[in-house]
């Protein structure tokens, strides 16, 4: 059975950083674009970054480009998301997710998903 098991998230003051990581298992993960989504309170879940299966392309939404970095070990089947220069509007529930083609940047591309993991900036 496919798990995604995200961590890293926490309490943090504007301005500073957290890595989050997301653990894959079962999974034939270099084959697999990966992906993070967050949902803000009372907010849909939003695409907020991609990777290719190499790690070679990575896509953001506009509001985290140039202070997130999507980055992936497929040698360890792992998936980060380095956050730096975090503000309040970035609290959320942080998800991670698989994709079997492509790059995409839709939630319903995406074959598997973790249960998050909360992200909290206080200002």
């Known amino acids: 059975q496919v798990q995604l098991v995200e961590s890293g998230g926490g309490l943090v003051q504007a301005g500073g950083s957290l890595r989050l990581s997301c653990a894959a298992s079962e999974l034939p993960f270099s084959t697999y674009a990966m992906g993070w989504f967050r949902r803000a309170p009372g907010k849909e879940r939003e695409f907020v970054a991609c990777a290719s299966w190499s790690g070679d392309n990575t896509y953001y939404t506009d509001s985290v480009k140039g202070r997130f970095t999507i980055s992936r070990d497929n040698a360890k089947n792992t998936v980060y998301l380095q956050m730096n220069s975090l503000k309040p509007e970035d609290t959320a529930v942080y998800y991670c997710?698989?994709?079997?083609?492509?790059?995409?940047?839709?939630?319903?591309?995406?074959?598997?998903w973790g249960q998050g993991t909360q992200v909290t900036v206080s200002s």
């Open positions: 997710a698989a994709a079997y083609m492509g790059n995409p940047r839709a939630e319903g591309e995406y074959d598997y």
